[in-house]
């Protein structure tokens, strides 16, 4: 017979976590066990458990509605599902084939795929807009090394190329994705925001844009819904701001005049 602990065998307990920790790898905002009520008259609201809760066990872990990454931090962390570099599978590996006229009808600046010539025989296959080379045919790309130059430099008809973890958005060069959410549309969705960001004059992305762009992707959120579709799993809805507390505060004249006329979103923001 099984030796049980509370009702349940050690066999158990361990499948329960083995399944706990899938389901946080394949998504880091997963469980809801309790949620928030009005309690007493008079008290307020509280947490209420909808579930019975193991020691030890996630509570609540849910993306938020709302959030961006510090500028900082942009290019390291996946946008959408927050996994650092680290944590997404680093040894990513494409193969880049050369076309009928020799050239291999890739468009790279630095190490950053940025796009595909016209017909060319990569696009669509193994790599997209967003790769990051790492190293061509075992070469590592460095700023001695261009990525460029190790390609002009070869000569097989195939190359095999080593990526980094994240996909990065060219344009704005203000966010990343993991592969994973690439897939899943979010990368797509962000053209979205990014079409906005770039709209705004230069001299007012200086320095950290991070308030910036959490508006751009608010109104990006109004307007187009959400990128992992009308009822993303563990993710908080958008009305779930209107639960927030307000508090009111006095915008300066100038700081308003600037707004009014640098404004890229029509409507309220």
Same mark, same amino acid.
């Given at each position: 017979?099984?030796?049980?602990?509370?009702?349940?065998?050690?066999?158990?307990?361990?499948?329960?976590?083995?399944?706990?920790?899938?389901?946080?790898?394949?998504?880091?905002?997963?469980?809801?066990? %309790?949620?928030?009520?009005?309690?007493?008259?008079?008290?307020?609201?509280?947490?209420? %458990?909808?579930?019975?809760?193991?020691? !030890? $066990?996630?509570?609540?872990?849910?993306?938020?509605?709302?959030?961006? *990454?510090?500028?900082?931090?942009?290019?390291?962390?996946?946008?959408?599902?927050?996994?650092?570099?680290?944590?997404?599978?680093?040894?990513?590996?494409?193969?880049?084939?050369? !076309?009928? #006229? !020799?050239?291999?009808?890739? +468009? *790279?600046?630095?190490?950053? *795929?940025?796009?595909?010539?016209?017909?060319?025989?990569?696009?669509?296959?193994?790599?997209?807009?967003?790769? *990051?080379?790492?190293?061509?045919?075992?070469?590592?790309?460095?700023?001695?090394?261009?990525?460029?130059? &190790?390609?002009?430099?070869?000569?097989?008809?195939? +190359?095999?190329?080593?990526?980094?973890?994240?996909?990065?958005?060219?344009?704005? #060069?203000?966010?990343?994705?993991?592969?994973?959410? %690439?897939?899943?549309?979010? &990368?797509?969705?962000?053209?979205?925001?990014?079409?906005?960001?770039?709209?705004?004059?230069?001299?007012?992305?200086?320095?950290?844009? $991070?308030? &910036?762009?959490?508006? +751009?992707?608010?109104? %990006?959120?109004?307007?187009?819904?959400?990128?992992?579709?009308?009822?993303?799993?563990?993710?908080?809805?958008?009305?779930?701001?209107?639960?927030?507390?307000?508090?009111?505060?006095?915008?300066?004249?100038?700081?308003?005049?600037?707004?009014?006329?640098?404004?890229?979103?029509?409507?309220?923001?």
């Amino acid at each position: 017979m099984a030796e049980t602990s509370g009702g349940l065998s050690k066999a158990e307990k361990h499948r329960r976590k083995r399944e706990e920790k899938k389901a946080q790898q394949a998504a880091p905002f997963y469980c809801l066990k %309790a949620e928030r009520q009005d309690a007493e008259e008079g008290k307020g609201q509280g947490m209420f %458990a909808l579930e019975d809760i193991s020691k !030890g $066990s996630a509570v609540v872990c849910a993306s938020p509605a709302l959030a961006v *990454i510090f500028d900082v931090a942009a290019t390291k962390v996946c946008a959408f599902c927050f996994r650092h570099a680290q944590d997404v599978k680093s040894e990513r590996n494409a193969v880049l084939k050369r !076309g009928p #006229n !020799g050239g291999f009808g890739v +468009l *790279i600046d630095g190490s950053l *795929i940025t796009g595909f010539a016209s017909g060319s025989v990569n696009e669509g296959g193994s790599l997209a807009a967003g790769d *990051i080379l790492k190293a061509v045919d075992g070469k590592a790309v460095s700023p001695d090394v261009s990525a460029v130059s &190790l390609i002009k430099a070869s000569s097989g008809e195939t +190359l095999q190329v080593s990526l980094e973890p994240l996909r990065r958005c060219h344009c704005c #060069n203000c966010l990343a994705c993991c592969p994973k959410c %690439a897939e899943q549309g979010a &990368l797509s969705w962000h053209q979205h925001e990014c079409e906005e960001f770039l709209k705004v004059p230069e001299n007012e992305r200086k320095g950290d844009t $991070s308030v &910036l762009r959490m508006l +751009l992707r608010y109104r %990006a959120l109004q307007v187009h819904g959400d990128w992992a579709g009308p009822e993303p799993p563990g993710k908080e809805p958008l009305a779930q701001l209107a639960t927030l507390q307000a508090s009111s505060t006095a915008v300066p004249a100038l700081r308003r005049e600037r707004w009014d006329q640098n404004s890229v979103c029509s409507g309220e923001m």
